[in-house]
């Protein structure tokens, strides 16, 4: 059965660097999210990416973020200068249409030190 | 906004116990709603979901849920509990006015299960 993959499955890194976090979506879906999960809290929205843009963003995703499609498989996460309160599980998720079932991948816990 | 209420943090159940787990949901629309479950350092794995029809919905690994409108919940069911279904559990709306669906999700209730 087709599955999204992420990598890292853990990534540590120091205050103010940038980290990219990637996914690889179920091969012919359309429709890609992030979200996150700060230990011991809900799961929430980041972003939505369609068509090669996004197509909508919490109050979270701010300047600090971006994703990108590079290629036709990956799909990116980006954070500029990384801080403390960035530290959470960042799971990856994908759909075929826009209000499909989606499909998350096993996440990427990022540790902020 | 849309919200999800899961008003059980945790819940403990002998096994072979018949499980409930509530949720309640605020949306202006029909709603999407969905389960998923998440192991121990896992991601997030769909057991159930409701786009329309029938108010009672099968999932995998035995569980169901049933839509009540009336009441804007959205309880998943399970008859007899397994050991190896401690986890932790989110009932989520999708939020699609903008014509892309984001899932808001519950704060979780988390299963024990006792032998």
């Known amino acids: 059965e087709p599955e999204v993959t992420q990598t890292p499955s853990h990534q540590v890194t120091q205050m103010g660097q940038e980290v990219i976090l990637r996914c690889v979506p179920i091969?012919?879906?359309?429709?890609f999210y992030w979200y996150r999960q700060i230990l011991g809290q809900k799961v929430e929205f980041l972003v939505s990416?369609?068509?090669?843009?996004?197509?909508?963003k919490s109050e979270i995703f701010d300047d600090q973020f971006s994703v990108e499609r590079p290629d036709g498989s990956n799909f990116t996460l980006k954070i500029r200068s990384t801080k403390l309160e960035d530290s959470a599980m960042y799971f990856c998720a994908s759909t075929l249409g826009s209000t499909d079932t989606q499909y998350f991948g096993p996440g990427t816990r990022l540790t902020v030190l | 906004a849309q919200s999800v209420t899961q008003p059980d943090i945790h819940i403990t159940v002998s096994e072979g116990a018949s499980l409930e787990l509530r949720c309640n949901y605020s949306?202006?629309?029909?709603?999407?709603l969905f389960w998923y479950v998440q192991s121990p350092g896992q991601g997030l794995q769909l057991l159930l979901k409701y786009f329309s029809g029938d108010t009672l919905v099968q999932g995998i690994k035995g569980f169901e849920a049933e839509f009540k409108r009336s009441q804007s919940s959205f309880n998943l069911r399970k008859p007899s509990v397994h050991w190896s279904d401690a986890a932790e559990y989110f009932c989520?709306?999708?939020?699609?006015?903008?014509?892309?669906?984001?899932?808001?999700f519950g704060t979780g209730t988390r299963l024990l299960v006792s032998p």
């Open positions: 990416f369609y068509n090669n843009e996004i197509s909508e």
């Open positions: 989520a709306v999708g939020d699609s006015y903008t014509g892309f669906q984001k899932l808001v």
């Open positions: 949306y202006g629309a029909t709603p999407y």
């Open positions: 091969s012919n879906h359309l429709y």
